[in-house]
């Protein structure tokens, strides 16, 4: 193309000037733009691959924080304390399992006086309950139960008023001295007691809707489920 | 010109490009840190774990086979076992009564320390606080930045733990049932099969089942009743009905049933028991009565005299024929009679033999009272009844009059160190009463049936002073006679272990008589069959693990099992 030469005067000189033409700018702008549209693709896809993974990563946090607080507590109760209830709910049509679980414990396990002297058995002297709540996104949640009546030592059963039919959402705020978040986002939380094994299996599930797959805009559920088996070590007698 | 700016732009934009690229990445692996750190803590805490059980289980195989281990090392030693580096520590003081370890996992390099304090053979709290009976293991894994440990309590465990086993049916008619233990750990009831028992009230509105654990407050579950059928109070199954929960609720005890946990009755034979007495002399086998029947003698010139109506025997039976008589005689200053036989069977010469008194020996170790219608075991002896190929290896004590009490007496009273001891390869039948110190113990069924049994008689025959044990390879049994029944306050008590191989029957009066009682503390054990209590009174089932490890032969060198008691993190 036959470079269109100006010319300018400056000052007393007369200087050549090179310009673009519009059929040159509209050209250019156009591929600038196609590769714009490209990278901006590209990002946005790695943007939402990473999001996803973020989502994923999360969900796993959620799973291996919950583990850790179930773990501590199942391992070092008595069986015989282990109580079920079942509670479900149906949100979108589908019933999930928010079941509550309950156990005893001990309120520190490094305290010689929580122990007793003449066999070295615990003191069991609260109750610990884990319950999914019926609300949406659901929380796993870890109360810490100290009766008024009995006063401890507790005897080795099931927290005789979650058995009973009190929800533990309801449980009376003077007899809960602790209540903390386990894990956010759970789906489902189900608990069976396995006798034959002495053992107690819990399926917990976590999701999160924040990703979405490949290039469309289908937002997709993020899941995790994991299934836990717990030996309660301090079974004793074993029954 | 125009080409060296063109250079340069996209060298800019590349550079930029890549800043941006490495910006994210750097996000990236800075989200992520918190998350791998996490699964990283994880992994160190997983390994943690499992290191300290597995020191846990090391150690505990080593106190199995020796209850000695676990005393302070004098000298160090170092050793390989599967994946393990185990290195004894000498003990750092004189003083010092802990015994240490390390141990050091080659798979995933764990250094555990171990330190054991062994308490088993002191039967006080050891001034470290250590319970008394038991071994405390404290130990402390750490990996990476991860550690992790516990503190256990073990103790021996005895050879049966619980208050009474069943491996079919447990059914126990009572008014009143008490499941007690000398243990601070075990007060249980166990069935195999179904339990059946009475109402949760009794007809005077008293709790019909009542737990007093070993060590009072110290525990606070009360005992179990555990089944893997069903259990049922008054025909409610707890299958079908709130009332196991409210059994649970008025007596403090668990109750379980449908359980599906695996447990073994362990099997005892004659030749696992130590009767803990001294010789070991051999009695005729046979049954011996007291009675009196009419004994007659055969004058010089032929003729045959009867001796007093009233004159007490003890008669020999062998076979179904009387093997011997013996009675007491008063010389009097003349040749006494050589022939002998009893009215009743007057074709059949009798072997006799006569005594001055109303009390002799029969045998060495053996003596018999015909006043008190007493055989009495010498104190540290065991009589064992003799087997023969013509006579079966039976032992029977009868009567053949309600008025007559025959008594089994073991002639230590009270001192456990001198108990005597009956063994029979057959059957062993005491239709009478059993006093004393000592061991029962037949190869085949055990009948104990005493015709009348009354407390106000204490001084006479006091069986709730009875420390017998009793074994059976086949049936035991505790039942009225045949023919009578039951006096008043009558109080069947062993102390010991009472141990059938198959099935176990206590029945009293078919009209419950008020002291109707039956009392075992030891344990009571029905290994291949069923517990069956009748129309007792009170029902008092005592759990002692001390009575067991005394009747059961000690374990080759200083092996026994051993359970864990308590595990509390560190």
Redesign the interface.
Known sequence: MAQTKSYALLGKKLVRRAGFSIAELVVSMATLALVLIGVFVLFNF?ARG?QLI?TR?DV??EV?KAR?WLE?DFT?THL?SVGVKERTVSPDGITHSRDAVCLLSVSD??Q?SN??????????NQYVVYYATRDEPSRLMRSVIVPENPPP?????PF?RMMGGTDPENFPPAEVIQSQQVANNVLEFECRLD??G?SLIQNLKVRRREGYSGMGNKKTDEVLEATFRWDP??T???? | MNRLNKRGIALITVMAVLVLCLMLLGAFLQTNRHYLQLYKGGQQRDAVGAATQSAFEFCRFELERDNTWGLPFTESRSFTRSDMEVRELVRESVGDREARLEIVFTDSGTIVRVAILNNLASSAVSPEQVPANSCRFRIDSELGGSSGGAEIIVRKMAYFNSTAVASEKIRIDALVSFFDSRDPIHNQVRSQGDIELGSLRNSDGDLRFQFRPGGDSQNANAGTVWAKGDISLAGQNGQNSSILGQAAEETGASWIDQGRSHSETPELTLEDIDPHTGDELLIEPGSYKFTKSLLQWQDYSGEWNDFPADTPLLEHWQNGQVHAVYFPYENTGTLPPERFRLKEFPDAEVSSSFYSTTEFHIQDGVKVNLATKSISIDANRNAKVMDRPDVKGDFEITTDSWEVIPTLQFASVTDWTKRGSLTAEGNIDIKGQVYGVGNLLAGNDLTIAPNYIDQDKEEEHNSTNSNIALYAGNDVTIKPPDTGTWGINPQITFRGLVYADRNFTFEANETRVSGQNLTIEGALVARTGTIDIRNAYHANLIYNPDYLTDLIKRQEGNRGQIEMIAWRPR
């Open positions: 790695s990473f973020n990563q796993q946090n291996l850790q501590r070092l015989g396990w490094q010689d122990f007793f002297s003449l066999t070295g058995l615990p003191r069991w030592p507790l005897k080795v059963r005789p006798l034959a002495q070590i301090n004793t007698p074993k029954i």
